[in-house]
């Protein structure tokens, strides 16, 4: 391991950081709010950190090889969260571990919060809590790519450990030219929803912060109720349609401009994607509207915009769904696990996954009737390759394993069995809002310190989708006799 290149990076994300409290320092002083100084105090922590790294740091004394690329990513992360966990707790609005847990939750894009009074909070932290969402969504790593000189031909290994989904597809040859396309295309639709929540009646600031928890498939909001504070069908519905496109392979809208409209009919993953949503979608209003919960359009409304937010892990409430039917909460509980295509923000196990595993299980039931039989696997008309079949077995089994030893954990604090058992899914899939004590209108405020460490952990395990932090606990990983 080249600890001083590791330095190094870690420097420049720390003085990173630094630059992005400068926003909400300057709408503090604005506002003249009493947490301007819970701001510069993060600044100066960041920056010191920040000279700290750089000046034990080098990055001259190699490139960036696997090894490395996975360690900036991974411990880049830690380091992100503490120091945004920072203005929380300089300005006492939470303590030390709740601060991390919301800063976790916040760059996690999980949509999780332990303040249990949103709407007292001053602007700018309101506003830095957005801010995680939005720099979170598209990727501490793959923004670090686009805008650091130094990154060079490393660049690969950082994005391949930074970008969700069974296989790190670029949009473009050079890895650098990928993530400043996706970039562009993430600062766009935040700028056209921004602009139509505005014309839909919110103000400036509301649009602001819920188009960066939208696009990002966050769920912070600016009210303690969510969305429902608004209670407007067109404002649900802007939302409603950013979530969906924010749920969708980024690469593939890249692609649109290149190929035209047609390649989403021709993705295999975006077409399960959009017929799960409109087939759970006629099921739960179905349900709701039989059991005489709503009229039959209040019904569909609401059952699609929470069937978007929860299979795109975005978390926006527009309804309390913890006392809806049983059936419709087992639908919204198997979404969390479903959750987006390869290559959004979302979290969870993603779509082309959920494909791949139901098609293997298909071709051992032939193999079963025909043991000669070979049987490719295919998505959008491409075989998938073997070793990416292989990995994604993996990653599903290992899947399970953590989220039932999490849930174990999590029990271990009190919380009963289906609460612990929703409090996991909702976090390791980065959906946010649970069942029960951390339901539809609840927080995670009365969750004890230990839980909250538990759930931190299981949010950055199901954002950098387990195998980035997980080989950081393997030995071999820090020793530099080993090629990587």
Known sequence: MNYRLLSFFLGKLCNTCAVSFCLPLLLSIFLNEDCVYAFLQAIVTSICMGFVFVKFGNSEDAGITYREGVAIAGFGWFVITF???LPYAFA?????????????SGFTTTGATAISQIEVLPRSLLLWRSLTHWIGGIGIIVVFIAFLPQVASGAVHMFNAEVTGPSSERVLPRIKTTAIALCKIYLFFTAVE????????????????????????????????????????????????????AGGNFALYYLIGEKGPRVLWQDTEFKVYISIIFIVTAAIGLNLYINNYFNGIDSFRYSIFQVVSIISTTGFVSNDFDIWPPFSKLCLVLLMFIGGCAGSTAGAIKVSRIVVLTKMAFAHLKRTIHPSMVVDISMSGKTVPSPIVAGIVRFFFLYIVLFAFLTFLIAMTGLSVMDSIGIIAATISSVGPALGVAGAT?????????????????????????FTLLVLLRPEFWRSTRNW
């Open 442 to 466: 609840c927080t995670y405020a009365d969750i004890n310190s230990f839980g909250k460490i538990v759930i931190s952990i299981a949010m950055l395990l199901g954002r950098l989708e387990l």
């Open 194 to 245: 921004m602009i139509m929540l505005c014309l839909a009646g919110m103000n400036v600031f509301e649009a602001i912060k819920h188009s960066f928890s939208t696009i990002a498939t966050g769920g912070f909001s600016t009210y303690d109720t969510s969305v429902t504070h608004f209670e407007s069908p067109l404002i649900e519905g802007i939302i409603t349609v950013f979530m969906i496109i």
């Open 92 to 104: 006492g609005i939470l303590d030390p571990v709740s601060a991390f847990f919301e800063s976790v």
């Open 83 to 85: 120091l945004g966990s």
